[in-house]
């Protein structure tokens, strides 16, 4: 109950002076590659550089974090804020949130850097104090700032734990989530797990333990949920391929190669008197999507659903 108050409190004090980002700890000297911005703390293993400035034009510059007295190439190199390992891009006034890797905290650290890791060269630090009072507690956003260390995660039971299972992205990346703006994705469990053998979904934080946000899997409508190729015993010699076609009605199709066939699911929530159909074939049945085997000849599928009563026997 406290801990809320001096939370809205300490919101309510922000906004006063513009976006609250956290425990400011400094701006960046401007050195080289006109990098410029400043420095907050989110918590403790997370920073937050606010209005960024680089040209992308240095050889191989990367975040850098240290516990020696300035900066140098006995620091450690952090992700970028997708979570890649990349020399950075080129900067124009974004805001990145970044995660310290594991078993490191604000509290070992001296100084961040842009750092050249093949010329050891700095193109921009600020020292980060000792004793510094990052601020405390997890699992809320600060105005716009969230941690981005978020996987999705499945698990048996009603509960997300730590003792759970992360999956791949729809891209199959196992890296922290981006940002998601009403976006329909097709996520695929690993290896042999199916859907019967997890109870929750959720997007949780593997590093500080927290639940972001879970939903139970109704286990009665699972009855209904169709096979995966796998289970039918096919092996793919493609890697699985999906497309959304209608959002409101979940309309997706799935396709792969496997030995001379192409192997296609159709999938959606649809009741009589809709049915789904798929047809060889260059004339489509209704619009939708094409498929191409990718071999010297195609083979073309169109994908729909049609209504019992536009169904005509001759």
Same mark, same amino acid.
């Given at each position: 109950?406290?801990?809320?108050?001096?939370?809205?409190?300490?919101?309510?004090?922000?906004?006063?002076?513009?976006?609250?980002?956290?425990?400011?700890?400094? /701006?960046?000297?401007?050195?080289?590659?006109?990098?410029?911005?400043?420095?907050?703390?989110?918590?403790?293993?997370?920073?937050?550089?606010?209005?960024?400035?680089?040209?992308?034009?240095?050889?191989?510059?990367?975040?850098?974090?240290?516990?020696?007295?300035?900066?140098?190439?006995?620091?450690?190199?952090?992700?970028?804020?997708?979570?890649?390992?990349?020399?950075?891009? /080129?900067?124009?006034?974004?805001?990145?949130?970044?995660?310290?890797?594991?078993?490191?905290?604000?509290?070992?650290?001296?100084?961040?850097?842009?750092?050249?890791?093949?010329?050891?060269?700095?193109?921009?630090?600020?020292?980060?104090?000792?004793?510094?009072?990052?601020?405390?507690?997890?699992?809320?956003?600060?105005?716009?700032?969230?941690?981005?260390?978020?996987?999705?995660?499945?698990?048996?039971?009603?509960?997300?734990?730590?003792?759970?299972?992360?999956?791949?992205?729809?891209?199959?990346?196992?890296?922290?989530?981006?940002?998601?703006?009403?976006?329909?994705?097709?996520?695929?469990?690993?290896?042999?797990?199916?859907?019967?053998?997890?109870?929750?979904?959720?997007?949780?934080?593997?590093?500080?333990?927290?639940?972001?946000?879970?939903?139970?899997?109704?286990?009665?409508?699972?009855?209904?949920?169709?096979?995966?190729?796998?289970?039918?015993?096919?092996?793919?010699?493609?890697?699985?391929?999906?497309?959304?076609?209608?959002?409101?009605?979940?309309?997706?199709?799935?396709?792969?190669?496997?030995?001379?066939?192409?192997?296609?699911?159709?999938?959606?929530?649809?009741?009589?008197?809709?049915?789904?159909?798929?047809?060889?074939?260059?004339?489509?049945?209704?619009?939708?999507?094409?498929?191409?085997?990718?071999?010297?000849?195609?083979?073309?599928?169109?994908?729909?659903?049609?209504?019992?009563?536009?169904?005509?026997?001759?």
């Amino acid at each position: 109950m406290h801990f809320e108050v001096a939370l809205t409190l300490l919101l309510m004090l922000g906004c006063a002076h513009g976006r609250y980002l956290g425990k400011e700890i400094g /701006a960046l000297s401007r050195l080289q590659h006109g990098v410029r911005g400043a420095l907050f703390a989110v918590d403790s293993r997370t920073l937050y550089l606010h209005d960024f400035h680089y040209d992308g034009a240095g050889p191989a510059a990367y975040f850098f974090v240290g516990t020696s007295k300035g900066p140098s190439s006995s620091g450690v190199r952090l992700r970028d804020e997708r979570g890649g390992a990349s020399p950075l891009r /080129a900067y124009r006034g974004e805001g990145l949130t970044l995660s310290l890797p594991e078993g490191h905290t604000l509290r070992d650290l001296r100084w961040f850097s842009v750092w050249c890791d093949e010329y050891a060269v700095n193109f921009g630090s600020v020292s980060i104090p000792s004793g510094l009072e990052y601020p405390y507690g997890y699992g809320r956003c600060v105005s716009m700032v969230c941690v981005s260390d978020a996987k999705f995660w499945v698990g048996r039971g009603e509960t997300p734990s730590p003792q759970g299972i992360r999956i791949p992205d729809e891209n199959g990346k196992e890296e922290p989530l981006r940002k998601y703006d009403n976006k329909t994705i097709v996520l695929t469990l690993p290896g042999e797990l199916t859907v019967f053998d997890i109870g929750h979904f959720a997007v949780w934080c593997e590093a500080f333990t927290v639940d972001f946000g879970h939903i139970v899997l109704p286990r009665a409508a699972l009855a209904n949920v169709p096979p995966s190729l796998k289970m039918l015993g096919v092996s793919p010699q493609s890697k699985l391929n999906c497309e959304v076609l209608l959002d409101e009605l979940a309309f997706e199709v799935r396709w792969a190669i496997a030995g001379d066939s192409i192997v296609v699911q159709l999938v959606a929530k649809i009741e009589q008197p809709f049915l789904m159909a798929v047809a060889r074939g260059v004339s489509p049945l209704v619009e939708g999507m094409s498929m191409s085997s990718g071999r010297s000849s195609n083979i073309v599928c169109s994908c729909g659903i049609l209504s019992l009563s536009d169904i005509k026997c001759a």
